[in-house]
């Protein structure tokens, strides 16, 4: 099963395009400028984290029954999104309902986060009020679903709702996100889960109102809902493997997870303090890419990107690393590592908010 799930949605402002371009035209962070010529030397730029929400969903039992992130692209216009099974394991063998139903919303929070090592800006809990008061706004939905969601009563199987389109009215937005037939694989149940959300964005967006205001309780996950349903959806699609010892239950990669979700929040922030290095990072060449080339193996390596810019002055031979905290030698280590050799440098003389400096140099050039 591949990493990147592509679905292309009918609608003038509503698509699903290819993660990487979308990453490499879209999703660079916010830069707000501080200083005016972005080629002299000494101009610096600080960096806004992209935008994240996780949202927890609960039944009505206020059991876990899906995980979803999503992260925007500049100026709020598209982003990303993925949705996790209640039953992926993520930490000593236990999954994201366990540690839910005994830890809470924020310790699942810092589980997750700690897991795939990317803070979250905003956690939502979302349960039947939510949905019953803003499809009461908006209106029914309407989700395809690739088989019959059925009941049994006595030995005899009814069918509630056929395979195809169908229309849920916001009362009965709960009840279709738990729904799992009798003997069904959650991996059916996490996979409608996900038409579910690609269809409240295409209703967002066809939607005659502002959806910004459309509820109050939750302004930034309508802020997240209005951005995806006016620019490009990148769906990510975890690769699960289903496991039934000791109970049902999924692994990923998580490798192959922390990575699409390092595509999705490009600058990320810290799951925790002390979970990343807080770095700015300058430009000692003239003209190099720094977004979109030299950030991505960085934050991939631990970096929490604070400040972009350009070097005192440009015809920096070797790329330097300064550290002003020992506590991120390991991580130093693997962006030297990353950013071809560079060389190392302790500072304790701490500058404001930086534990590390990095100024590109040209035995670095070919990373471009």
């Not at 972005?38 to 610096?44: F, H, K, L, N, S």
């Not at 000593?92 to 839910?100: F, G, M, P, Q, V």
């Not at 951005?227 to 289903?242: D, N, T």
């Not at 990923?252 to 990575?259: C, D, E, M, P, R």
């Amino acid at each position: 099963m591949p990493s990147a799930l592509l679905c292309l949605i009918g609608g003038a402002t509503f698509f699903v395009l290819d993660a990487t371009n979308a990453l490499l035209n879209s999703a660079d962070g916010e830069l707000n400028e501080v200083i005016l010529d972005p080629a002299a030397p000494g101009y610096e730029i600080y960096v806004s984290p992209t935008p994240s929400l996780l949202a927890l969903v609960e039944d009505e039992t206020e059991n876990l029954i899906s995980v979803a992130l999503i992260s925007l692209f500049s100026n709020d216009i598209g982003g990303s999104l993925i949705v996790l099974p209640p039953e992926l394991v993520i930490e000593e063998d236990l999954t994201l309902e366990e540690i839910y139903s005994t830890e809470g919303a924020n310790g699942l929070q810092r589980a997750l986060g700690a897991y795939v090592n990317v803070g979250f800006d905003v956690l939502s809990v979302l349960g039947n009020d939510f949905w019953t008061k803003h499809f009461s706004v908006i209106g029914d939905l309407s989700v395809r679903i690739d088989d019959d969601l059925t009941t049994s009563e006595d030995g005899e199987l009814n069918v509630v709702f056929e395979a195809g389109e169908i229309s849920i009215p916001a009362e009965g937005i709960e009840e279709f996100l738990s729904w799992k037939n009798k003997g069904e694989s959650p991996y059916n149940r996490w996979l409608r889960q996900q038409n579910f959300w690609i269809a409240w964005v295409k209703s967002a967006a066809s939607f005659s109102g502002d959806i910004t205001t459309s509820n109050n309780e939750h302004p930034e996950l309508m802020r997240m809902i209005s951005a995806l349903s006016q620019g490009e959806l990148v769906l990510f699609q975890a690769e699960l493997i289903e496991q039934q010892i000791p109970e049902f239950s999924f692994t990923t990669n998580t490798s192959i997870l922390q990575n699409a979700i390092l595509e999705m929040i490009p600058f990320p922030i810290a799951a925790y303090e002390g979970a990343r290095a807080k770095v700015k990072i300058l430009d000692g060449v003239g003209g190099l890419d720094l977004p979109n080339v030299y950030v991505p193996p960085l934050v991939a390596s631990g970096a929490q990107i604070l400040l972009l810019g350009n070097a005192e002055s440009f015809g920096v031979d070797r790329t330097q690393i300064i550290y002003h905290d020992k506590n991120f030698n390991d991580v130093v280590d693997d962006f030297s590592n990353a950013l071809v050799g560079a060389e190392l440098t302790y500072d304790p003389i701490s500058e404001t908010a930086i534990d590390v400096t990095v100024i590109i140099g040209k035995n670095s050039l070919e990373l471009e």
